[in-house]
């Protein structure tokens, strides 16, 4: 916990320096001086060549975990980007892998300058003899704040005379730079870097420039060199703005075309489906058919058995009759006895003698069987090879950058592929016209001709996009006059005259309106203005249908998807403050210590349940916040949802298991449990469906019934890249379409639909170390644990503003009632102070009737008004 006090402190000398400092130091962000894998402020900051930085032992640790199980690893991935980072020396130890890494002196030099301005600086002489002085004096030489008396001592020594020095309040109103020290050669001691080598990018001392670099043209002084390059720097940022403009572009057309291929794979399964059911109904009513006329059979032959069985039935009974009669007259009759029955019974003798003899001579025996028919095994044989085939077309898709390119140049890099239309450059060679007809100059860009005297090559561009309905905001253009070649191309004459092949993108060939340039660039702004990684939403609604709002507002609503180009657009109004309504105290007459609130929520009868991690406890308080009762758990529990009206759901880390507990006043039973498979965190629920989040490996979000069937595990977006570090808590929105995630190791609020498909990601400014986070209609509201407050955005991404900042201490967990008009807001923190300490603040929220609204109906306060 002392750590991350002290990364707190860290985060809030940004807010000191604008009291202390007149330099400005707000486009400093924490994020750039924080290692992206432990969050806190770089320790022997190492650049990788994708130029992400992290703490040494961070990414020495890194790099061992990730190749533990690679045989004869010689790179490993960015831990942010994923870039494949090449090791220096692949047979060393990757132990060492990390020590062959620059060192990033600029953010280690900024992280020491900013903290000479923002804060109270120690005396660094002293501090190496576990002294405790304050400085007062900054040494631009040494690079060192001194207190008095080391300053006394400094001045004395004979190297350090002549050294200009400087009051620390003086230093703390000039740039950052005026502090930076000379770099020092990492080859030859006591050298400086005062020398820049523009044919090798390098920056060097004398020592480097006369013994390697001696015979290079264009050796300057760093500060000459440095006056050149600063005026590319705005070119630099401008192109890198229009790169990543046009990257995200690409990846939306890719976005879409994955929902394509995705719903074009779900109508070839469907009709997969079809076939096999088709068949199956062919069977179904072949075998009715053979059933009922094998039941035919067997009645028929069954009705004869029972024929003859009942036959032999009955003249067994008469014989056995006969039998004993005669005997018993024989023995015990008298002779008139003897004589009238033995002419009887001579008489059915003979009848039944008779009968027998001539049922058996039509006795039979019956087998059934069934023969297939011989063209059921070629079928069958067929089936079995191939019932059908696929069938895969591409089509090129065109995505230009949306900012105007010269006609004249060549934009993307040149095609060197000699084998690709070598007739085209044959006849180009011999037949080439320029474009300023003859005489013009071969440094103009010329257009092939071909031997066949058609005319110059068209380029036609279509108005409409041609290409599948499916693919949306894509383009294809049609390229007459090429050979077999699809893709367009100019020539363009190098220096020495010889003609270079390359792929363009011009202004006259993909002509891009103004006004949509303008509006992009408009949005871009404004979206970059309120968060700092924020990607844009790939697919929305249009409105339709009908659906009750509120009061006596009807509006037609069904949540039908649209294109990528055509989002709706949350209006953004300015968020009005919550006030407070009141506090309670958490901790009960049993618990021994102060309680660790890290879970709330609001029952639907107006109940609170509170987490309480220390003491093992599930708390109920009732609508009044007064204590009715408490249950102990085997392990800690983490965060809560209602999931049903009177029944809860609890994370236990621990036990890697979620436990259903039901709530009736004042009672709290377990109703049952399941495993999740993982470390369990934040909890959400929405239709029947249980959202936890994961941190193993891969963290994760996974969707769950409350029978523990997991439906699906969120660990990628769309295109394979992890989404989540380590995912803390989780909201569903109001339909449950879309969940709002609160990453606790990259600081930043994550939206992904439930299918897995990202939506955008934030990282404000205003919010450090984001917690709970809870959605009611258009907004999603956050807790800022060491910005001590509670923002709010749209459910687009976009920035509103703080719900709360005053009155709060280390918000953790936030909660909202069914009405959405009351917003609990747990503290939790060591260092809260002890009035703070075991205090639930409720909130009255000034909700306008719009924030009820889902973002899929957001552009209906504009059909209203």
């Known amino acids: 916990m002392d750590e991350e006090e002290d990364t707190r402190k860290m985060s809030a000398t940004y807010v000191r320096s604008t009291k202390e400092s007149t330099v400005d130091l707000s486009d400093i962000t924490e994020e750039f001086l924080t290692c992206p894998i432990c969050t806190e402020e770089f320790a022997d900051p190492r650049m990788l060549p994708c130029l992400h930085s992290f703490c040494h032992h961070c990414i020495s640790d890194y790099i061992v975990e990730n190749t533990r199980e690679v045989k004869s690893a010689k790179s490993f991935a960015c831990p942010v980007c994923q870039a494949n980072a090449d090791a220096a020396n692949p047979t060393n130890s990757v132990q060492t892998w990390a020590d062959d890494l620059p060192v990033n002196n600029f953010i280690f030099g900024l992280i020491d300058a900013i903290q000479l301005r923002t804060g109270e600086r120690q005396c660094d002489p002293c501090k190496k003899m576990d002294k405790s002085n304050m400085a007062t004096i900054w040494c631009h030489q040494c690079g060192e704040a001194m207190c008095d008396s ?40 006591a050298k400086f ?21 001696r015979d290079c043209k264009s050796v300057q002084f760093v500060s000459e060199a440095a006056t050149t390059l600063k005026h590319d720097g705005k070119y630099i940022l401008d192109n890198l703005s229009k790169i990543t403009e046009w990257s995200v572009r690409v990846m939306e057309n890719r976005k879409q075309c994955l929902k394509d ?15 096999r059911n088709r068949v199956n109904a062919i069977l179904d009513i072949q075998e009715k058919k053979m059933i009922a006329e094998l039941k035919q059979h067997e009645l028929e032959e069954a009705e004869q058995f029972e024929k003859e069985k009942n036959r032999c039935k009955e003249i067994i009974s008469i014989t056995r009759n006969a039998n004993a009669l005669l005997k018993n007259s024989l023995k015990h009759g008298t002779d008139t006895d003897v004589l009238s029955c033995m002419a009887k019974i001579k008489a059915a003798t003979r009848k039944h003698e008779k009968e027998v ?33 696929f069938s895969v077309s591409r089509q090129t898709v065109n995505i230009p950058p949306s900012y105007h390119v010269r006609a004249d140049t060549i934009f993307i890099t040149q095609n060197e592929d000699d084998d690709e239309d070598d007739d085209v450059e044959h006849n180009m060679s011999k037949n080439s016209t320029p474009f300023g007809g003859k005489g013009s100059s071969a440094s103009k860009i010329s257009k092939p001709s071909h031997s066949t005297n058609k005319g110059p090559n068209s380029v036609r561009t279509s108005g409409k996009s041609s290409v599948d309905s499916k693919r949306r905001g894509s383009q294809n253009h049609n390229f007459k006059g090429q050979g077999h070649s699809s893709k367009p191309f100019l020539y363009s ?25 303008k509006e992009d660039s408009d949005k871009t702004q404004e979206t970059s203005s309120e968060s700092t990684n924020c990607s844009p939403q790939p697919s929305a609604y249009r409105l339709s249908g009908t659906t009750r709002i509120s009061g006596d507002i009807s509006a037609r609503v069904n949540y039908t998807p649209i294109s990528p180009g055509k989002l709706p657009t949350v209006r953004k109004r300015a968020i009005k403050r919550a006030l407070p309504d009141t506090t309670f105290v958490a901790r009960t007459p049993n618990d021994r210590d102060n309680a660790c609130l890290t879970g709330a929520t609001f029952l639907s009868d107006g109940k609170i349940v509170l987490v309480d991690q220390v003491h093992r406890k599930i708390k109920l308080y009732d609508d009044m916040q007064r204590w009715v009762s408490e249950k102990v758990l085997s392990a ?7 999931i049903a009206p009177f029944e809860i759901a609890v994370t236990i880390p621990k036990e890697k298991r979620v436990l259903l507990l039901y709530v009736r006043d004042p009672e709290i039973s377990v109703s049952s449990s399941f495993q999740t498979g993982s470390k369990c965190w934040g909890i959400s629920s929405s239709q029947g469906t249980i959202a936890v989040s994961c941190y193993t490996a891969p963290p994760c979000v996974k969707l769950m019934t409350r029978d523990g069937r997991e439906i699906k595990t969120i660990n990628a977006d769309q295109y394979g890249h992890q989404l989540f570090f380590f995912p803390e808590y989780v909201a569903f929105d109001n339909i449950g379409e879309t969940l709002y995630v609160t990453d606790r190791y990259k600081k930043s609020v994550i939206s992904v639909t439930v299918r897995g498909e990202k939506r955008w990601e934030s990282k404000p400014h205003s919010l450090k170390a984001p917690r709970g986070i809870t959605v009611h209609g258009t907004r999603v509201y956050i807790a800022g644990s060491r910005s001590h407050n509670i923002c709010a955005m749209t459910t687009m991404g976009e920035m509103l503003g703080d719900l709360i900042k005053q009155n709060l201490s280390s918000p953790h967990k936030v909660c909202l009632n069914s009405q959405g008009d009351t917003m609990l807001v747990t503290q939790h923190a060591v260092t809260l102070i002890p009035v703070e300490k075991n205090t639930v603040k409720l909130f009255k929220l000034q909700n306008d009737w719009r924030d009820n609204f889902t973002d899929t109906d957001s552009k209906i306060s504009d059909i209203i008004e």
């Open 636 to 642: 800690r529990p983490y965060d809560i949802t209602e």
């Open 493 to 517: 004459a190098s220096a020495r005259g010889s003609l270079k092949k390359g792929k363009i993108y011009s202004s006259q060939l993909l002509p891009i309106p103004s006004s949509r340039m």
């Open 193 to 213: 870097l005062d020398y820049y080598c523009s044919d090798h990018g390098e920056v060097l001392c004398t020592s480097c420039v006369t013994s390697s670099h």
């Open 261 to 275: 291929i995705q719903g074009a794979a779900d109508s070839v399964k469907d009709q997969i489906k079809s076939i």
């Open 150 to 189: 080391c300053t006394g001592l400094h001045n004395s020594m004979k190297y350090s005379t002549g050294h200009i020095t400087s009051d620390i309040d003086e230093v703390k109103q000039t740039p950052v730079k005026t502090t930076q020290l000379r770099l020092q050669c990492p080859k030859h001691e």
């Open 357 to 389: 003899r001539d049922l058996c001579k039509s006795l039979n025996t019956v087998q059934i069987e069934f023969r297939e028919d011989d063209s059921i095994n070629e079928m069958l044989a067929r089936l079995a090879e191939e019932v059908g085939h």
